[in-house]
């Protein structure tokens, strides 16, 4: 019922040249698969030239944040609908390190998904707990506060495309993933928070990513558990063989 999407965050990674390289290897090797959606998000300076060499593939291309305005005088910032325009079909929104390192807050986070959908951008909105929150047996109150607050207004409707993807904090570049079933109880309490916020047939529609330290060797077990319905991989998407692997899994 759920198509699975496995999504690539470059973060700041790769030269122009390297995106080029990398989609001669990676696009003709993925373009018999059907049955998973395949999502690369550069940084920005490539989404243009990355999208236009996955043209008539079915690799799509989003974008890893969008500003909350359409246009305006706010330097350096680049819009959803610009976005849109240049080929990004999707939006990374929230992600940890955009929290972490740029004071990202679950109100920034309100503010870009309604500009990202009225963009008719995908929101991939990221949530997780540090090690710290875990520890002290605050993950289900933090995951579902970031959910409550980071999709604050949204109605039933506008719901039905948004993607989530569960990333603790602790597992991201750390090499440590959650076991299947840290993570299986995880997205298992996001799909009941959003059963309660937009009812069942809502949440039983909706894909929950899994992300941290995601490689060849765990993503079957983790597809094999019933509410991990893609993943959000970092490290391990930057080399075509590595990502496709990924794509392929079974489970
Ligand atoms: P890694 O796969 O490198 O741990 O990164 C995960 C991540 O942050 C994806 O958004």
Known sequence: ????????????????????????????????????????CPPYVYIQALAQAC?????????QNVFWEDQGAYTAEISAPMLKSIGADYA?????????????????????????LKADLVPIVCVGETLGQR???????????????GLKGLST??????????????AIGTG?????EIAQEVHAYIRKVITDLFGSQIAQGMRILYG???????IDALMAKDDIDGALVGGASLEAASFERILRFKG
């Open 157 to 170: 409707e506008m719901s039905a495309t948004l993607v989530i993807a569960y990333e603790p904090v602790w």
């Open 92 to 116: 990374i929104l929230g992600h940890s390190e955009r929290r972490q390192f740029f004071s990202e807050t679950d109100e920034t986070v309100n503010k870009r998904l309604f500009a990202s």
């Open 55 to 63: 043209e008539g593939s079915p690799v799509m291309v989003g974008a």
């Open 212 to 218: 941290g330290s995601v490689k060849g060797e765990n």
């Open 1 to 40: 019922m759920r198509k699975p999407l496995i999504a690539g965050n470059w973060k700041m990674f790769k030269s122009l040249d390297e995106v080029g390289t990398f989609a001669d290897d990676f696009i003709p090797g993925v373009s018999d698969i059907k049955d998973t959606d395949i999502l690369i």
């Open 176 to 180: 440590k993933t959650a076991t299947p």
């Open 135 to 149: 520890e002290s047996g605050k993950t289900f109150e933090v995951i579902g506060s970031q959910i409550r607050q």
